[in-house]
């Protein structure tokens, strides 16, 4: 590891203010930029603790929503009696994302900017577009199982790691920022993870210094919510493909249903006009299907990870009988 400087910020906007110089990073957790920076795929040389900032609180809205600060823990998150009763998909994935260990000290903001697993990524001495742009895609010629069929680039192929993104992005969630200049914004999770196209490097819509204070659950809609992980080992490991879902089912119909995926690409991936599909459509494999095909349209596997395709439409087909069978 790379000698760094340190400092302990004492509000959000002298955090964002210090990140925003050059070779500076903030810690929280540190669950993964640790890990990056002991490999030198990360060498900031400053590094801006936000800690005790204060953003640990999870507060009801006014709406009848959530709001989750940005250093709420993961085990705390999906501990959280509210959450485990109306946003049951977000506890779930929280839970299959990884060990007790982890989640103790893994932050809401952190978890939604954690870098790709990719081992091309993680390797210096091979090429990698996202550590070094310009340098070509290990992976396109490579050992590709992990890595992304959509939404990828020639650039790029590699997969977003987080579980809980995932379930956010199902639950419709927006994320608050604070800029250095003390400015707030309020991004979609839809605009805040972006695809690769040619700029791989750039993985979020934050700008330089732009710090994450929280994030908003809207109030809670009708549907039983289910997470469904599929991974080479029961014990934490990353999604080969997930599933977030929530449906609203009876009768052996389909009133509506929400659909996010993980393990596919680039960002959390959600498709509304594939859940257009099930909506009041009958409980059958057939109407599955074709929300498979609106999720998978324009896929491209790469050699090794040709088996996501048809293990997306097995694992969609199980969660929505999961999810039917609870109502």
Known sequence: MKAFTYERAATPQAAASAAARPGARMIAGGTNLLDLMKLQVETPVHLVDINRLGLDAIEPTADGGLRIGAMVRNAE??????????????????????????????????????????????????????????????????????????????????????????????????????????????????????LPGDTPQLETDLQPGEMITGVTLPPPVPGRQVYRKVRDRASYAFALVSVAAIVDAGGGRIRSARLA???????????????????????????????????????????????????????????????????
């Open 77 to 194: 998150l999906a501990a959280d009696a509210r959450v485990r009763r109306d946003y049951a998909v977000l506890s779930r994935a929280l839970l299959a994302g990884a060990s007790g260990q982890l989640r103790n000290k893994a932050t809401t903001g952190g978890n939604l900017l954690q870098r790709t697993r990719c081992v091309y990524f993680y390797d210096i001495a091979r090429p990698c577009n996202k550590r070094q742009p310009g340098s070509g895609c290990s992976a396109l010629q490579g050992y590709n199982r992990m890595h992304a069929v959509i939404g990828a680039s020639d650039q790029c192929i590699a997969t977003h790691p987080s579980d809980m993104a995932v379930a956010m992005r199902v639950l419709d969630a927006t994320v608050e920022t604070v800029m250095p200049s003390g400015a707030h914004r309020v991004i979609p999770i839809a605009d805040f993870h972006r």
């Open 261 to 327: 995926f993980g393990g596919l690409a680039h960002k959390p991936w959600r498709v509304e006009a594939a859940e257009a599909r099930l909506t009041d459509t009958a409980l059958d494999e057939a109407a599955v299907d074709a929300a498979a095909d609106g999720v998978l349209a324009g896929a491209r596997g790469r050699g090794h990870n040709d088996f996501k395709l048809p293990l997306l439409r097995r694992t969609l087909q199980a969660t929505i009988d999961e999810a039917a069978r609870a109502a």
